[in-house]
Protein backbone atom coordinates (compact mmCIF):
# COMPACT_ATOMS: atom_id res chain seq x y z
CA UNK A 1 0.00 0.00 0.00
CA UNK A 2 1.21 3.04 -0.67
CA UNK A 3 0.02 6.75 0.86
CA UNK A 4 0.70 9.89 -0.85
CA UNK A 5 1.40 13.17 0.81
CA UNK A 6 -1.65 13.71 2.99
CA UNK A 7 -0.74 14.49 6.06
CA UNK A 8 0.11 12.26 8.59
CA UNK A 9 -0.83 13.14 12.69
CA UNK A 10 2.20 11.90 14.34
CA UNK A 11 4.50 13.03 11.88
CA UNK A 12 3.16 16.30 12.34
CA UNK A 13 3.46 15.88 15.86
CA UNK A 14 7.28 15.33 16.06
CA UNK A 15 7.73 17.50 13.73
CA UNK A 16 6.06 20.82 15.58
CA UNK A 17 8.28 19.62 18.66
CA UNK A 18 11.54 19.45 16.66
CA UNK A 19 10.62 23.17 15.72
CA UNK A 20 9.76 22.61 12.10
CA UNK A 21 7.13 24.72 9.71
CA UNK A 22 3.94 22.59 9.27
CA UNK A 23 3.39 22.76 5.71
CA UNK A 24 6.74 21.02 5.28
CA UNK A 25 4.96 17.55 6.46
CA UNK A 26 3.14 17.55 3.61
CA UNK A 27 6.31 16.61 1.93
CA UNK A 28 6.70 13.03 3.47
CA UNK A 29 5.23 9.89 1.61
CA UNK A 30 4.71 6.96 2.62
CA UNK A 31 5.17 3.43 1.20
CA UNK A 32 4.15 -0.10 1.55
CA UNK A 33 3.79 -1.93 4.51
CA UNK A 34 5.21 -2.05 8.14
CA UNK A 35 2.97 -3.48 10.62
CA UNK A 36 5.65 -4.30 13.70
CA UNK A 37 2.85 -6.02 15.32
CA UNK A 38 -0.30 -6.23 17.25
CA UNK A 39 -0.54 -4.27 20.79
CA UNK A 40 -2.30 -1.78 23.07
CA UNK A 41 -0.11 0.79 22.17
CA UNK A 42 0.51 2.65 18.43
CA UNK A 43 4.14 1.71 17.96
CA UNK A 44 4.07 1.56 14.54
CA UNK A 45 2.68 5.59 13.97
CA UNK A 46 6.06 6.17 16.64
CA UNK A 47 8.69 4.57 14.48
CA UNK A 48 7.25 5.91 10.50
CA UNK A 49 6.97 9.19 11.80
CA UNK A 50 10.36 9.00 13.87
CA UNK A 51 11.65 7.80 10.94
CA UNK A 52 10.06 10.27 8.47
CA UNK A 53 10.97 13.40 10.88
CA UNK A 54 14.75 12.37 10.18
CA UNK A 55 13.99 12.14 6.58
CA UNK A 56 11.83 15.34 6.64
CA UNK A 57 15.20 17.27 8.59
CA UNK A 58 17.57 15.61 6.60
CA UNK A 59 15.90 16.92 3.10
CA UNK A 60 15.52 20.42 4.87
CA UNK A 61 18.93 20.66 5.06
CA UNK A 62 20.09 19.77 1.67
CA UNK A 63 17.96 22.24 0.13
CA UNK A 64 19.85 24.78 2.68
CA UNK A 65 23.06 23.94 1.33
CA UNK A 66 22.27 23.78 -2.32
CA UNK A 67 20.63 27.07 -2.02
CA UNK A 68 21.35 28.36 0.94
CA UNK A 69 18.13 28.85 2.33
CA UNK A 70 15.40 25.92 2.70
CA UNK A 71 13.18 26.87 0.24
CA UNK A 72 12.35 24.09 -2.27
CA UNK A 73 12.19 21.02 0.19
CA UNK A 74 12.21 18.08 -1.98
CA UNK A 75 10.04 14.85 -0.56
CA UNK A 76 10.96 12.51 2.07
CA UNK A 77 9.99 9.17 1.32
CA UNK A 78 9.19 6.51 3.82
CA UNK A 79 9.23 2.89 3.10
CA UNK A 80 7.32 1.35 6.09
CA UNK A 81 8.86 -2.11 5.63
CA UNK A 82 12.41 -0.50 6.01
CA UNK A 83 11.47 1.23 9.02
CA UNK A 84 10.09 -1.56 10.55
CA UNK A 85 13.26 -3.92 9.77
CA UNK A 86 15.41 -1.27 11.06
CA UNK A 87 13.27 -0.76 14.47
CA UNK A 88 14.16 -4.45 15.50
CA UNK A 89 17.57 -4.32 14.05
CA UNK A 90 19.06 -6.38 16.50
CA UNK A 91 16.48 -9.00 16.25
CA UNK A 92 17.89 -9.29 12.91
CA UNK A 93 21.95 -9.19 13.23
CA UNK A 94 24.30 -11.90 12.76
CA UNK A 95 27.90 -12.05 13.41
CA UNK A 96 29.44 -14.68 11.24
CA UNK A 97 26.49 -16.79 11.07
CA UNK A 98 26.27 -16.53 15.18
CA UNK A 99 22.39 -15.30 16.28
CA UNK A 100 23.43 -12.32 18.74
CA UNK A 101 22.08 -12.70 22.87
CA UNK A 102 20.01 -9.47 23.30
CA UNK A 103 19.50 -10.24 26.75
CA UNK A 104 21.30 -11.59 29.64
CA UNK A 105 19.85 -14.26 31.72
CA UNK A 106 19.46 -12.36 34.83
CA UNK A 107 17.70 -9.41 32.62
CA UNK A 108 13.96 -9.46 32.74
CA UNK A 109 10.88 -9.83 35.03
CA UNK A 110 10.42 -11.01 38.03
CA UNK A 111 7.76 -11.35 40.45
CA UNK A 112 7.99 -9.99 44.07
CA UNK A 113 6.12 -10.13 47.05
CA UNK A 114 3.74 -7.43 46.44
CA UNK A 115 4.41 -6.74 42.29
CA UNK A 116 6.98 -7.22 39.70
CA UNK A 117 10.37 -6.26 38.73
CA UNK A 118 12.67 -5.62 35.65
CA UNK A 119 16.13 -5.75 35.91
CA UNK A 120 18.99 -5.27 33.17
CA UNK A 121 21.62 -7.02 33.82
CA UNK A 122 23.54 -6.80 30.23
CA UNK A 123 26.89 -5.72 30.99
CA UNK A 124 29.31 -7.67 33.76
CA UNK A 125 29.37 -4.30 36.10
CA UNK A 126 25.87 -4.46 36.38
CA UNK A 127 25.30 -8.13 37.02
CA UNK A 128 27.81 -7.93 39.74
CA UNK A 129 26.13 -4.98 41.12
CA UNK A 130 22.39 -6.96 41.08
CA UNK A 131 24.22 -10.60 42.78
CA UNK A 132 25.79 -7.86 45.40
CA UNK A 133 22.93 -6.28 46.09
CA UNK A 134 20.45 -9.19 46.75
CA UNK A 135 23.42 -11.18 48.59
CA UNK A 136 22.69 -14.17 45.78
CA UNK A 137 24.19 -17.20 46.27
CA UNK A 138 24.75 -17.54 42.17
CA UNK A 139 24.50 -15.48 39.21
CA UNK A 140 21.70 -17.58 37.78
CA UNK A 141 18.11 -17.12 37.54
CA UNK A 142 16.40 -19.59 39.58
CA UNK A 143 18.99 -17.75 42.74
CA UNK A 144 17.43 -14.04 41.69
CA UNK A 145 13.58 -15.58 41.40
CA UNK A 146 14.33 -16.73 44.80
CA UNK A 147 15.64 -13.37 46.23
CA UNK A 148 13.16 -11.16 44.60
CA UNK A 149 10.33 -13.31 45.59
CA UNK A 150 10.81 -12.42 49.38
CA UNK A 151 11.12 -8.85 48.69
CA UNK A 152 8.88 -5.68 47.71
CA UNK A 153 9.48 -4.71 44.18
CA UNK A 154 10.62 -1.02 45.69
CA UNK A 155 13.35 -2.56 48.02
CA UNK A 156 14.77 -4.63 45.25
CA UNK A 157 15.17 -1.63 42.93
CA UNK A 158 16.42 0.93 45.61
CA UNK A 159 18.93 -1.43 46.99
CA UNK A 160 19.75 -2.87 43.20
CA UNK A 161 20.47 0.84 42.57
CA UNK A 162 22.02 1.56 46.07
CA UNK A 163 24.71 -1.25 44.54
CA UNK A 164 25.28 0.51 40.88
CA UNK A 165 22.81 -1.99 39.50
CA UNK A 166 19.61 -1.53 37.24
CA UNK A 167 15.95 -2.48 38.80
CA UNK A 168 13.01 -0.95 38.33
CA UNK A 169 9.43 -1.85 40.01
CA UNK A 170 6.95 -2.32 37.43
CA UNK A 171 4.37 0.46 37.48
CA UNK A 172 0.58 0.46 37.17
CA UNK A 173 0.20 3.77 35.92
CA UNK A 174 1.93 5.61 33.23
CA UNK A 175 4.44 7.87 34.67
CA UNK A 176 4.68 11.72 34.81
CA UNK A 177 4.52 14.03 31.37
CA UNK A 178 7.77 14.81 29.83
CA UNK A 179 8.74 16.99 26.61
CA UNK A 180 9.61 15.08 23.42
CA UNK A 181 12.56 17.58 22.57
CA UNK A 182 13.87 20.56 25.14
CA UNK A 183 15.98 23.26 24.00
CA UNK A 184 18.66 24.21 26.30
CA UNK A 185 20.15 26.85 24.49
CA UNK A 186 19.86 28.81 20.92
CA UNK A 187 21.10 30.72 18.36
CA UNK A 188 24.33 31.73 20.92
CA UNK A 189 26.08 31.92 17.53
CA UNK A 190 26.41 30.77 14.46
CA UNK A 191 28.36 27.47 13.22
CA UNK A 192 30.99 26.61 10.63
CA UNK A 193 29.39 27.46 7.48
CA UNK A 194 29.01 24.05 5.43
CA UNK A 195 28.47 25.08 1.47
CA UNK A 196 27.60 22.32 -0.78
CA UNK A 197 26.94 18.64 -0.45
CA UNK A 198 26.74 15.86 -2.65
CA UNK A 199 23.14 14.45 -3.22
CA UNK A 200 22.05 12.15 -0.88
CA UNK A 201 24.87 13.17 2.18
CA UNK A 202 23.08 16.41 3.47
CA UNK A 203 25.82 15.86 6.62
CA UNK A 204 28.35 15.75 4.44
CA UNK A 205 32.00 17.32 6.07
CA UNK A 206 29.73 17.55 9.20
CA UNK A 207 32.09 16.50 12.43
CA UNK A 208 30.02 14.86 15.11
CA UNK A 209 32.03 13.72 18.45
CA UNK A 210 29.64 10.80 19.46
CA UNK A 211 29.88 10.26 23.25
CA UNK A 212 26.92 7.24 23.75
CA UNK A 213 26.63 4.33 24.22
CA UNK A 214 23.83 1.19 23.51
CA UNK A 215 21.54 1.92 21.11
CA UNK A 216 19.44 4.93 21.08
CA UNK A 217 22.22 7.56 20.75
CA UNK A 218 24.19 5.25 18.74
CA UNK A 219 21.31 5.25 16.58
CA UNK A 220 21.05 8.74 15.70
CA UNK A 221 24.98 8.34 15.04
CA UNK A 222 25.22 6.06 12.76
CA UNK A 223 22.46 7.55 11.00
CA UNK A 224 23.89 10.94 11.12
CA UNK A 225 26.87 8.74 9.64
CA UNK A 226 24.74 7.36 6.92
CA UNK A 227 23.46 10.85 5.86
CA UNK A 228 27.98 11.77 5.61
CA UNK A 229 28.89 13.00 8.76
CA UNK A 230 32.52 11.93 10.08
CA UNK A 231 31.04 10.46 12.73
CA UNK A 232 33.80 9.86 15.95
CA UNK A 233 32.36 8.06 18.97
CA UNK A 234 34.86 7.92 21.98
CA UNK A 235 34.51 5.89 24.90
CA UNK A 236 36.44 5.07 28.52
CA UNK A 237 38.93 2.11 28.30
CA UNK A 238 37.35 1.21 31.31
CA UNK A 239 33.85 0.90 29.98
CA UNK A 240 33.79 -1.96 27.06
CA UNK A 241 31.13 -2.01 25.11
CA UNK A 242 29.12 -5.39 24.06
CA UNK A 243 30.72 -6.42 20.85
CA UNK A 244 26.77 -7.18 19.25
CA UNK A 245 25.64 -4.08 20.19
CA UNK A 246 28.48 -2.23 18.52
CA UNK A 247 28.40 -4.97 15.31
CA UNK A 248 24.62 -3.41 15.12
CA UNK A 249 25.23 0.02 16.04
CA UNK A 250 28.42 0.61 14.88
CA UNK A 251 27.58 1.60 11.52
CA UNK A 252 28.53 5.02 9.98
CA UNK A 253 31.38 5.63 12.40
CA UNK A 254 34.99 5.32 13.69
CA UNK A 255 35.44 4.36 17.22
CA UNK A 256 38.38 5.05 19.89
CA UNK A 257 39.32 5.07 23.50
CA UNK A 258 40.01 7.78 25.67
CA UNK A 259 40.62 8.01 29.55
CA UNK A 260 39.22 11.88 30.19
CA UNK A 261 41.15 11.17 33.73
CA UNK A 262 44.38 11.10 31.71
CA UNK A 263 46.02 14.59 30.99
CA UNK A 264 47.53 13.48 27.86
CA UNK A 265 44.11 11.64 26.52
CA UNK A 266 41.95 14.92 27.69
CA UNK A 267 44.21 16.60 25.52
CA UNK A 268 43.20 14.65 22.61
CA UNK A 269 40.04 15.41 23.16
CA UNK A 270 40.28 18.99 23.86
CA UNK A 271 41.45 18.31 20.03
CA UNK A 272 38.87 16.79 19.01
CA UNK A 273 35.94 19.07 20.75
CA UNK A 274 37.77 22.11 18.74
CA UNK A 275 37.35 20.56 15.37
CA UNK A 276 33.71 19.30 15.90
CA UNK A 277 30.48 20.61 14.66
CA UNK A 278 28.12 18.44 16.82
CA UNK A 279 27.97 16.72 20.23
CA UNK A 280 25.88 14.04 20.85
CA UNK A 281 25.62 12.59 24.44
CA UNK A 282 23.90 9.73 25.84
CA UNK A 283 25.56 9.58 29.78
CA UNK A 284 22.62 10.22 32.72
CA UNK A 285 22.69 13.74 33.95
CA UNK A 286 25.77 14.64 35.72
CA UNK A 287 28.12 12.49 34.49
CA UNK A 288 29.66 14.81 31.86
CA UNK A 289 28.78 17.68 33.44
CA UNK A 290 31.95 16.61 35.80
CA UNK A 291 33.73 17.59 33.12
CA UNK A 292 32.64 19.92 32.06
CA UNK A 293 31.03 18.78 28.95
CA UNK A 294 27.08 19.15 29.70
CA UNK A 295 25.52 20.90 26.94
CA UNK A 296 25.35 24.46 28.57
CA UNK A 297 29.44 24.27 29.34
CA UNK A 298 30.13 23.34 25.63
CA UNK A 299 27.78 25.96 24.46
CA UNK A 300 29.43 28.33 26.84
CA UNK A 301 32.45 27.06 25.23
CA UNK A 302 31.89 26.68 21.55
CA UNK A 303 28.52 28.88 20.75
CA UNK A 304 28.14 27.78 17.47
CA UNK A 305 27.95 24.15 18.27
CA UNK A 306 24.79 21.86 17.86
CA UNK A 307 24.74 19.93 21.02
CA UNK A 308 21.92 16.71 21.55
CA UNK A 309 21.84 15.39 24.82
CA UNK A 310 20.01 12.48 25.98
CA UNK A 311 18.93 10.15 29.05
CA UNK A 312 16.74 7.59 30.86
CA UNK A 313 14.06 9.33 32.51
CA UNK A 314 13.56 12.71 31.35
CA UNK A 315 15.38 16.26 32.47
CA UNK A 316 12.35 16.90 34.48
CA UNK A 317 12.07 13.78 36.40
CA UNK A 318 11.54 14.20 39.81
CA UNK A 319 14.99 13.38 42.20
CA UNK A 320 16.60 10.41 42.33
CA UNK A 321 14.86 9.59 38.89
CA UNK A 322 16.55 12.19 36.70
CA UNK A 323 20.02 11.49 37.59
CA UNK A 324 19.53 7.47 37.75
CA UNK A 325 20.85 5.45 34.61
CA UNK A 326 18.35 3.32 32.63
CA UNK A 327 17.41 1.38 29.34
CA UNK A 328 14.56 0.74 26.97
CA UNK A 329 13.38 -1.99 28.84
CA UNK A 330 13.58 -0.35 32.42
CA UNK A 331 11.67 2.61 31.23
CA UNK A 332 9.26 0.51 29.60
CA UNK A 333 8.70 -1.31 33.19
CA UNK A 334 8.73 1.94 35.00
CA UNK A 335 6.68 4.07 33.19
CA UNK A 336 3.46 1.94 33.14
CA UNK A 337 4.10 0.82 29.54
CA UNK A 338 4.76 -3.07 30.77
CA UNK A 339 1.49 -3.26 32.43
CA UNK A 340 -0.43 -1.98 29.85
CA UNK A 341 1.32 -4.47 27.85
CA UNK A 342 0.85 -7.01 30.34
CA UNK A 343 -0.56 -10.91 29.26
CA UNK A 344 -4.19 -12.26 30.54
CA UNK A 345 -2.21 -13.71 33.43
CA UNK A 346 -0.91 -10.57 34.24
CA UNK A 347 2.63 -10.94 33.65
CA UNK A 348 4.19 -7.83 32.48
CA UNK A 349 4.84 -7.75 28.78
CA UNK A 350 6.79 -5.60 26.24
CA UNK A 351 6.47 -3.18 23.01
CA UNK A 352 7.26 -5.11 19.92
CA UNK A 353 10.33 -3.47 19.33
CA UNK A 354 12.40 -1.37 21.55
CA UNK A 355 10.92 1.43 19.92
CA UNK A 356 11.74 4.25 22.58
CA UNK A 357 15.81 3.19 21.79
CA UNK A 358 15.13 3.66 17.81
CA UNK A 359 12.50 6.34 18.07
CA UNK A 360 14.54 8.67 20.17
CA UNK A 361 17.94 7.91 18.28
CA UNK A 362 15.69 9.14 14.96
CA UNK A 363 14.34 11.73 16.66
CA UNK A 364 18.05 13.25 17.74
CA UNK A 365 19.41 12.47 14.17
CA UNK A 366 16.41 14.53 13.13
CA UNK A 367 17.27 17.42 15.80
CA UNK A 368 20.78 17.75 14.75
CA UNK A 369 20.16 17.95 11.32
CA UNK A 370 17.30 20.43 11.84
CA UNK A 371 19.58 22.82 14.24
CA UNK A 372 22.26 22.32 11.16
CA UNK A 373 19.94 23.28 8.70
CA UNK A 374 19.63 26.58 11.17
CA UNK A 375 23.09 27.43 11.16
CA UNK A 376 24.13 25.79 14.44
CA UNK A 377 24.41 26.76 17.67
CA UNK A 378 21.71 24.53 19.61
CA UNK A 379 21.57 22.04 22.63
CA UNK A 380 18.51 20.09 22.91
CA UNK A 381 17.70 17.61 25.32
CA UNK A 382 15.91 14.10 24.42
CA UNK A 383 14.86 11.37 26.69
CA UNK A 384 13.31 7.77 26.54
CA UNK A 385 10.69 8.79 29.16
CA UNK A 386 9.59 11.65 26.79
CA UNK A 387 9.32 9.55 23.48
CA UNK A 388 7.40 6.80 26.13
CA UNK A 389 5.15 9.97 27.83
CA UNK A 390 4.72 10.82 23.48
CA UNK A 391 3.86 7.15 22.86
CA UNK A 392 0.72 7.01 25.49
CA UNK A 393 -0.33 10.10 25.40
CA UNK A 394 0.45 12.15 22.35
CA UNK A 395 0.15 8.92 19.79
CA UNK A 396 -2.87 7.75 22.24
CA UNK A 397 -5.61 6.41 19.72
CA UNK A 398 -3.67 7.23 16.92
CA UNK A 399 -3.38 4.43 13.92
CA UNK A 400 -2.48 4.56 10.31
CA UNK A 401 -4.94 4.42 7.62
CA UNK A 402 -4.70 0.97 7.27
CA UNK A 403 -4.84 0.41 10.96
CA UNK A 404 -3.55 -2.38 13.41
CA UNK A 405 -4.70 -5.19 11.00
CA UNK A 406 -1.64 -4.00 8.45
CA UNK A 407 -0.36 -7.11 6.72
CA UNK A 408 3.09 -8.52 8.18
CA UNK A 409 6.12 -7.01 6.21
CA UNK A 410 8.79 -8.89 4.48
CA UNK A 411 12.20 -8.76 6.17
CA UNK A 412 14.28 -9.96 3.59
CA UNK A 413 14.33 -7.12 0.83
CA UNK A 414 15.48 -4.64 3.54
CA UNK A 415 18.22 -7.06 5.00
CA UNK A 416 22.21 -7.12 4.27
CA UNK A 417 25.26 -8.85 4.60
CA UNK A 418 28.57 -6.60 5.09
CA UNK A 419 32.31 -7.31 6.31
CA UNK A 420 33.29 -5.78 9.17
CA UNK A 421 35.57 -5.91 12.17
CA UNK A 422 33.53 -8.57 13.76
CA UNK A 423 33.45 -10.72 10.52
CA UNK A 424 31.13 -10.73 7.65
CA UNK A 425 27.50 -9.17 9.49
CA UNK A 426 23.35 -9.72 8.50
CA UNK A 427 22.11 -6.77 9.43
CA UNK A 428 19.13 -4.47 8.80
CA UNK A 429 19.45 -1.85 6.36
CA UNK A 430 18.79 2.10 7.20
CA UNK A 431 15.76 3.60 6.14
CA UNK A 432 17.79 5.80 4.18
CA UNK A 433 19.98 3.94 2.27
CA UNK A 434 23.06 1.98 2.42
CA UNK A 435 26.18 2.52 4.43
CA UNK A 436 29.78 2.28 2.79
CA UNK A 437 31.35 -0.40 5.10
CA UNK A 438 30.68 -2.19 8.53
CA UNK A 439 31.87 -1.40 11.39
CA UNK A 440 35.41 -1.73 12.57
CA UNK A 441 35.93 -3.53 16.05
CA UNK A 442 35.00 -1.53 19.20
CA UNK A 443 38.29 1.23 20.38
CA UNK A 444 40.10 0.39 17.80
CA UNK A 445 40.23 3.74 15.44
CA UNK A 446 42.32 6.81 15.82
CA UNK A 447 41.20 9.45 17.88
CA UNK A 448 41.64 12.05 14.71
CA UNK A 449 38.98 13.80 12.71
CA UNK A 450 39.16 12.57 9.10
CA UNK A 451 40.69 15.05 6.36
CA UNK A 452 37.56 17.23 4.88
Known sequence: MTIGCERDGATAQ?????????ERVDRVRFEGAGNLGEGPLPVRELARATVAVCGLAAAELAAVRAAGAAGDVGPATVHEAAVATAFVSERHLRVAGRPT??????????????GWVRTHANYPHHEAALVRALGLPSATPEALRAAVAGRTAVGVQEAVYGAGGLAVAVASRYGDPQPLVEVVGAAAARGRALGGAPAGRPAAGVRVLDLTRVIAGPVATRTLGLLGADVLRIDAPGLPEADDAYADTGFGKRSALLDLARAADRSAFEDLLAGADVVVTGYRPGALERYGLGARDLLERR????????????WRAPEPWAGRRGFDSLVQAGYGIAATCAGPDGTPGVLPAQALDHGTGYLMAAGVLRALAGGGGRGMRFSLAGTASWLVRGLAGARARDGAGAPQYAAEPWLRETGSGYGVLRHAASPFGEWAAGPSRWGTDRAAWLPR
Do not use: I, K, N
Not at 14 to 22: D, F, I, K, P, R
Not at 101 to 114: E, I, K, N, Q, Y
Open 303 to 314: PGLVVAELCAWG
Open 101 to 114: VTFAPLSGFWRAAD
Open 14 to 22: AWQALGGAA
